[in-house]
């Protein structure tokens, strides 16, 4: 109960330091996602003060508990899930005024402001530090890959963070682009563009990382294959001499429908005329008798 009380109170205490501290000056940390960092705290501490007496909290967006000390030790029943096991104080160092936090294994959702208040004999302090996760990326690589159907441009790089933005310079191609997490939670980007071209091109890609600034441009200039244009050729001359084929088969079709009949036809035509006339004939005789 009587834990539970000043836990109370020492909550009070950094509630009143936040809202009462104005537009403290904020520290910047970037953080790779999977490093370590350390989120610098330090207050006025004499020689003569009592260790024991310093409490102190740290806070991510104001209200959740990142880790707490108080009595010469760490106190960690209320601290937030997200950061069991991943925290740590520098605890030979606070007699000093050191009250840093050690973070490790940098996640995406640590972005933000953090808050140290450090209540001691010389009164209370506060500190901020925003987290801004990110990471840059390497250098992009450019490899073409050219076949008679088309040419294809991919761009890899990796180790960054958060997701880049590409723009091709080429809009009547097919753009895919695939983006995967390593084991450390950073972004490897392969990006291809397809393209159908039968003369020489360039092609520009941009990558940019706002959050940091970063930004790269590659250029390629893309050569179709001799040899499938020699076939292109090819096909051309010999369009001319398959057509020219197909019109004459087809007018030896429409002659052949259409040609006269010839001598054998027409005697041919009359035998089987009196053939048929003689078994009419045949039949009329034998119903007379």
């Known amino acids: 109960m009587k834990s539970l009380l000043l836990f109370g109170t020492f909550w009070a205490i950094c509630l009143f330091t936040i809202l009462t501290a104005g537009e403290a000056q904020v520290t910047l940390v970037v953080a ?3 490093s370590d960092i350390t989120l610098g705290c330090f207050f006025t501490q004499r020689e003569t003060n009592n260790p024991l007496h310093v409490r102190l909290i740290w806070l991510h967006r104001d209200t959740e508990v990142v880790h707490r000390y108080s009595n010469g ?5 209320r601290q937030s899930p997200a950061y069991r096991g991943r925290t740590k104080l520098y605890p030979d160092q606070i007699a000093a ?3 840093s936090l050690r973070l490790t294994g940098v996640q995406e959702s640590d972005h933000g402001k953090y808050t140290c208040v450090v209540d001691n004999e010389m009164g209370s302090f506060l500190v901020q530090v925003s987290v801004r996760v990110a990471a840059p990326y390497s250098e992009p690589q450019l490899s073409t890959q050219t076949t008679c159907k088309n040419i294809t441009v991919r761009l890899t790089s990796s180790e960054g963070f958060p997701q880049p933005t590409l723009n091709w310079s080429w809009a009547g191609g097919s753009e895919v682009t695939h983006l995967s997490l390593d084991s450390r939670g950073r ?11 039968n ?3 360039t092609v520009t890609v941009e990558m940019k990382l706002e959050v940091l600034n970063q930004s790269f441009s590659r250029t390629v200039t893309l050569h179709p294959l001799p040899e499938c244009s020699v ?5 051309w001359l010999l369009a001319p001499v398959v057509l020219l084929i197909l019109v004459l088969a087809l007018l030896l079709i429409l002659l052949y429908i259409r040609r006269p009949p010839t001598g054998s036809d027409i005697d041919k035509d009359s035998f089987s005329s009196e053939g048929s006339g003689g078994g009419v004939m045949s039949e009329s005789l034998q119903k007379n008798t």
Do not use: C, F, I
């Open 32 to 34: 790779a996602p999977g």
């Open 73 to 77: 030790r760490d106190q960690l029943q």
């Open 97 to 99: 005024g050191n009250a």
């Open 187 to 197: 972004y490897e980007v392969r990006s291809e563009m397809a393209l159908q071209t």
């Open 199 to 201: 003369d020489t091109l």
């Open 231 to 235: 076939k292109r050729d090819r096909l």
